[in-house]
């Protein structure tokens, strides 16, 4: 009786032992596994989606990540790019933001009607554009505008000041001091829309040479900057029709001048908050545009980088932390 006695109560500690052994594993495996789920949470919260939608008969491609977050940062990219521009952007900006990402009819994944469709002019992408924001429920926000994004974003600013909280201005033009050289053959465009002068402008800028030559020129190290870019932007021009498109826009580029008082006008006025961020190896849009923002904008943070016109690709990191201390600095009140 003693041995079996003791036998049976060394078996229950053993079981006791081993339950409890077993409890501590279920205990620990359940907080690996909250854990876990909460770090999937945290990254399906800043993962950016891919989504269309149509907007005027225009299927519209856009990024969008950050949705719970209460403050909007729209990003207008230029030529001959697209959202694509800012793929790294987005994942560090919407941990803390809601940021929207569109391709214009034309760009990217979005739709490219031809010309006997659609009227490629900068009025008619920034009508688009507006109508996007409206249909997406972009009431209030900061808008980050580049190259094309420029006077686009600029035409809805000053049309709907009241929605603009601030602005993110990179490599994007308001003023004559910034149309310098690069821009003569274009500037003969709009003089004379011959073929000649298009034929100019087909040669010389929707080549893949040309287009890698955006990506690359002033830069402070060209192996930093991938491919990819211009890969994926000269598939896009390649399209059949498109060429036809980019010179139609580089011919309606020539209302954006005459807007420009208007523009100065609109940051005199209404004084949005202001981050320049800006390459000034850019030989498109030179440093000598980006200073006269100084002279109209009051509360404006002023930064010239040592980069090109693709300032992001080098540069990425360096303009993120920028624009999330300047949104923090300026906080308005949520959509």
Do not use: C
Not at 56 to 78: C, M, P
Not at 139 to 144: G, Q
Not at 275 to 289: A, H, M, N, Q, R
Request: net charge negative; no cysteine; aromatic share 12%.
């Amino acid at each position: 009786m003693n041995t079996l006695y003791k036998f049976t109560n060394n078996s229950a500690n053993k079981s006791a032992k081993n339950s409890n052994s077993f409890k501590s594993y279920l205990m620990a495996a359940a907080g690996v596994l909250m854990f876990n789920l909460g770090g999937i949470n945290d990254v399906e919260a800043s993962q950016t989606l891919h989504k269309t939608i149509n907007v005027q008969g225009q299927d519209i491609f856009y990024r969008e990540a950050g949705i719970e977050n209460k403050r909007t940062i729209v990003l207008l990219h230029g030529f001959p790019t697209s959202s694509h521009m800012y793929r790294n952007l987005i994942p560090k900006l919407s941990k803390k933001y809601h940021v929207i990402a569109p391709d214009y009819p034309g760009f990217g994944n979005s739709s490219m009607p031809s010309l006997s469709d659609f009227e490629y002019s900068f009025d008619n992408l920034a009508q688009i554009t507006d109508a996007f924001l409206a249909k997406v429920g972009a009431t209030k926000y900061t808008m980050y505008v580049m190259d094309y994004g420029a006077p686009i974003g600029f035409r809805i600013a000053a049309a709907h000041p009241e929605r603009v909280q601030g602005l993110i201005i990179q490599n994007g033009n308001a003023y004559d001091e910034g149309l310098r050289d690069f821009w003569e053959p274009i500037k003969a465009y709009w003089h004379d829309k011959s073929d000649e002068n298009g034929k100019v402008l087909r040669d010389s800028l929707l080549t893949i040479g040309a287009t890698e030559w955006q990506y690359t020129n002033g830069t402070r190290n060209k192996e930093t900057i991938s491919p990819d870019n211009w890969i994926v932007d000269q598939a896009k021009l390649d399209r059949p029709g498109n060429k036809e498109i980019q010179l139609e826009l580089f011919y309606s580029y020539g209302t954006n001048p005459v807007l420009y008082p208007q523009w100065q006008a609109y940051f005199r006025e209404h004084q949005p908050p202001t981050l320049l961020v800006w390459g000034k190896g850019d030989y498109i849009f030179p440093e000598e545009g980006a200073h006269p923002y100084k002279q109209d904008l009051e509360n404006l943070d002023f930064h010239i980088l040592d980069t090109g016109h693709f300032a992001l690709e080098e540069d990425g990191d360096v303009i993120a932390k920028h624009i999330l201390k300047f949104m923090k600095k300026n906080k308005h009140k949520p959509n």
